[in-house]
T-cell receptor
Framework: AQKVTQAQTEISVVEKEDVTLDCVYE???????LFWYKQPPSGELVFLIR??????QNEISGRYSWNFQKSTSSFNFTITASQVVDSAVYFC????????????FGGGTRLMVKP | EPEVTQTPSHQVTQMGQEVILRCVPI?????FYWYRQILGQKVEFLVS????????KSEIFDDQFSVERPDGSNFTLKIRSTKLEDSAMYFC?????????????FGPGTRLTVL
C-alpha cells in the first residue's frame, strides 16, 4: 500500500520568510511519481510539480523549489520569500503505474502567510 | 490553456435522492478520475476510468456510486441514494497517455451538500 505523510498540519509565517513543507512517502514500487498540489481558499486543486522516481534532480521555479531525496523517501517543498498569496493548503501526492496511477494524497499542510 | 470543467459548482440535495455530477475532461486525455474531499480532510481516490470501463476503484466507491462516459466529452459520477456522509467536494481529474506526462489535472470541484 502507498502512503504519504505530511507531518505539519499548519504552518504560520510572516511575509518574506522562507518556509519548507515536508512530505514523506512510502511505496514498494520502483517507478513512481510525486506531486505537489496547491489548494487556495477558493477550493480548486492546482498542479505545481511532478517528479519521477528516476529523476532525483532538484528543481527551482521562481520562488518555489523542491528537494527530492530517495534515500529518506522525502519530497520537500520550499517557498522562498513567502507572500500572502501563498496562503493555501498544500498537498503532496504519490502515484505509480502498478497502483493504477491513482493519486494517494497526504493530509495537507495549511500555510498561512501573514503580512 | 485546456482545463477540466465541472458542473454544477454546488449541489444541495435531500438524503436518499440521486445526484449526477458532471465533468468535461481535457479533450485529448484518455484517463479519468473522481476524487472526493470531505471538508477539512485529505483528498481521497474514488475511481479511475479508461477505455470506457472502470480500471480501479476504492472501497469508498460502493454500489451506490457509478460512473459513465455517455458521449465523447462528458464524464459523470452518479450517487444513487445520497447519505449525509456523502457531503463533500468532488473533484474530477484527467490525464493523457502514459508516455505523455502522467500528471492529473483537476477540475474546480462540485460541492455536494446532503441534507
Amino acid at each position: 500500500a502507498q502512503k504519504v505523510t505530511q507531518a505539519q498540519t499548519e504552518i504560520s509565517v510572516v511575509e518574506k520568510e522562507d518556509v519548507t513543507l515536508d512530505c514523506v512517502y512510502e511505496t514498494r514500487d520502483t517507478t513512481y511519481y510525486l506531486f505537489w498540489y496547491k489548494q487556495p481558499p477558493s477550493g480548486e486543486l492546482v498542479f505545481l510539480i511532478r517528479r519521477n522516481s528516476f529523476d532525483e534532480q532538484n528543481e527551482i521555479s521562481g520562488r518555489y523549489s523542491w528537494n527530492f531525496q530517495k534515500s529518506t523517501s522525502s519530497f520537500n517543498f520550499t517557498i522562498t520569500a513567502s507572500q500572502v498569496v501563498d496562503s493555501a493548503v498544500y498537498f503532496c501526492a504519490l502515484s505509480s503505474d502498478n497502483a493504477g496511477n491513482m493519486l494517494t494524497f497526504g493530509g495537507g499542510t495549511r500555510l498561512m502567510v501573514k503580512p | 490553456e485546456p482545463e477540466v470543467t465541472q458542473t454544477p459548482s454546488h449541489q444541495v440535495t435531500q438524503m436518499g435522492q440521486e445526484v449526477i455530477l458532471r465533468c468535461v475532461p481535457i479533450s485529448n486525455h484518455l484517463y479519468f478520475y473522481w476524487y472526493r474531499q470531505i471538508l477539512g480532510q485529505k483528498v481521497e481516490f474514488l475511481v479511475s476510468f479508461y477505455n470506457n470501463e472502470i480500471s480501479e476503484k476504492s472501497e469508498i466507491f460502493d454500489d451506490q456510486f457509478s460512473v459513465e462516459r455517455p458521449d465523447g466529452s462528458n464524464f459523470t459520477l452518479k450517487i444513487r441514494s445520497t447519505k449525509l456522509e456523502d457531503s463533500a467536494m468532488y473533484f474530477c481529474a484527467s490525464r493523457g497517455d502514459r508516455a505523455y506526462a502522467d500528471t492529473q489535472y483537476f477540475g474546480p470541484g462540485t460541492r455536494l451538500t446532503v441534507l
